[in-house]
């Protein structure tokens, strides 16, 4: 399967598992979650690496934890511009970040 899309599947799902998980997060239907999937795959490869870079000073400082807060403001950004998707807290947002890299990644593992 192609990687593009074996990660697409494989976040869409991880996104459809996150509402059982977390209170906080809501996902309309099986569309929003591939948009989600789409937008959040689009931010990591545009987005993330600027705000990775303009943030380095504050992620050495930290030892690296905070970029787990720059993959919550991603994660966030994504809830913003998709409809049908939605995080209510950044708390939630930042763990949700951790959580969907994890189940994503089991997921691609079983698919590829």
């Known amino acids: 399967m192609n990687g593009f899309l074996a990660t697409l599947i494989s976040n869409a799902l991880a996104i459809i598992i996150m509402p059982y998980i977390f209170s906080t997060v809501h996902v309309s239907n ?3 979650a591939l948009a989600a999937a789409l ?3 689009l931010a990591n490869a545009f987005i ?3 705000m ?3 943030s380095f000073p504050i992620t050495l400082l930290t030892f690296g934890l905070f970029a ?3 993959n919550g403001a991603v994660l966030k950004l ?3 511009f998709v409809k049908g998707f939605q995080i209510d807290t950044w708390g ?3 763990l949700g970040a951790i959580v969907l890299s994890f189940i ?3 997921i691609q593992r079983i698919i590829t």
């Open 92 to 94: 939630t947002a930042i």
């Open 30 to 32: 099986l569309g929003s």
């Open 52 to 54: 990775l870079f303009l």
């Open 104 to 106: 994503s990644n089991i």
């Open 39 to 41: 937008v959040l795959g």
């Open 48 to 50: 993330k690496p600027v």
């Open 68 to 70: 787990f807060v720059i």
């Open 78 to 80: 994504t809830s913003a």
